[in-house]
T-cell receptor, first 114, second 110 residues
Framework: NAGVTQTPKFRILKIGQSMTLQCTQD?????MYWYRQDPGMGLKLIYY???????DKGEVPNGYNVSRSTTEDFPLRLELAAPSQTSVYFC?????????????FGPGTRLTVT | DAKTTQPTSMDCAEGRAANLPCNHS???????VYWYRQIHSQGPQYIIH???NNETNEMASLIITEDRKSSTLILPHATLRDTAVYYC???????????FGGGTRLMVKP
């Protein structure tokens, strides 16, 4: 299994541009998540999904959009990039259910907005 | 979810045990203690979790006090590759969102 994969690894955007960060998992996990990590800080949850067609906001959703049309994919969309969105973005997935399941993280996308 | 408090940084000699403490005095009865680590800006990696009893796996041991207000992650024989930021997280059984604080930056030295 490849686990959780993210593309691209690095990206530089100009202010006002848009882009989509891709995330794919091959573990058949129902739950998927997007986090961002600013320099020297912990991760903050942006959006999450409990299954195809179901998404919900996390702690810092402003400026982002998500969709979940398949179990495998959970793309994150930035519509109007701002310098405050310069960060490292991590996608994660976990099994569904009521158990204390661990989250599996991807390698991250490093985004710079200038 | 309960809040956690960890030291900002710690050092450990290679080959020795690394003991990382975590306070979670407001933890409630159905909340688990999780440990993740992040090596040099990679994605966080799950280490271990527990509810009441002490737990051990191939990576580490987790010691939870009887009142559950604190815990200690033990890496029995730290190596240079264990240098990372270690996050202690408390969350409920049904919830799946992880709240990451600042973590403890562990430096393993030769």
């Amino acid at each position: 299994n490849a686990g959780v994969t993210q593309t691209p690894k690095f990206r530089i955007l100009k202010i006002g541009q848009s882009m989509t960060l891709q995330c794919t998992q091959d573990m058949n996990h129902n739950y998927m998540y997007w986090y961002r990590q600013d320099p020297g800080m912990g991760l903050k949850l942006i959006y999450y999904s409990v299954g195809a067609g179901i998404t919900d906001k996390g702690e810092v959703p402003n400026g982002y959009n998500v969709s979940r049309s398949t179990t495998e994919d959970f793309p994150l969309r930035l519509e109007l990039a701002a310098p405050s969105q310069t960060s490292v973005y991590f996608c994660a997935s976990s099994e569904a259910g009521t158990g204390p399941y661990e989250q599996y993280f991807g390698p991250g996308t490093r985004l710079t907005v200038t | 979810d309960a809040k956690t408090t960890q030291p900002t940084s710690m050092d450990c000699a290679e080959g020795r045990a690394a003991n990382l403490p975590c306070n979670h005095s407001t933890i409630s009865g159905n909340e688990y203690v999780y440990w993740y680590r992040q090596i040099h800006s990679q994605g966080p990696q799950y280490i271990i979790h527990g509810l009441k009893n002490n737990e051990t796996n191939e990576m580490a041991s987790l010691i939870i006090t009887e009142d559950r207000k604190s815990s200690t992650l033990i890496l029995p024989h730290a190596t240079l590759r264990d240098t990372a930021v270690y996050y202690c997280i408390v969350r409920g059984r049904a919830g799946n969102m992880l709240t990451f604080g600042g973590g403890t930056r562990l430096m393993v030295k030769p």
